[in-house]
């Protein structure tokens, strides 16, 4: 079983930035392909960052590219958002997502394991 917590949310005024963090416990034997979603009230949860394990190999979402960079410290089983130049539009609830053979999809159907989430809130 896997276990994922999310931390660093929180809010900031639009252009800020603000760091996720996600820890992962459980199976750590198994190279996870990783993953951060968002859903904002109202709308589908979204895909916008992917990171793979062995090559460490990113995918964005086109609302988050150039903004956003995903990484992985395998030795901390720690997958890390890093987010620039925020915009009110990205204040939303942030997910980390883990699926064994996702590979850099953003659909959530391909991901077994999420956290519980973290809220970020951008004000413009």
């Known amino acids: 079983q896997v276990h994922l917590v999310e931390s660093g949310g929180g809010s900031v005024q639009a252009g800020g930035s603000l760091t996720l963090s996600c820890v992962r416990s459980?199976?750590?034997?198994?190279?996870?392909?990783m993953a951060w979603f968002r859903q904002a009230p109202g709308k589908e949860r979204e895909g916008i960052a992917t990171i793979s394990p062995g090559d460490s190999e990113t995918y964005y979402a086109d609302s988050v590219k150039d903004r956003f960079t995903i990484s992985l410290d395998n030795a901390e089983n720690t997958v890390y958002l890093q987010m620039n130049s925020l915009k009110p539009e990205d204040t939303a609830m942030y997910y980390c997502?883990?699926?064994?053979?996702?590979?850099?999809?953003?659909?959530?159907?391909?991901?077994?394991?999420w956290g519980q989430g973290t809220q970020v809130t951008v004000s413009s």
């Open positions: 997502a883990a699926g064994r053979y996702a590979g850099t999809s953003l659909a959530r159907e391909t991901y077994n394991y």
């Open positions: 459980g199976n750590t034997y198994i190279n996870y392909f």
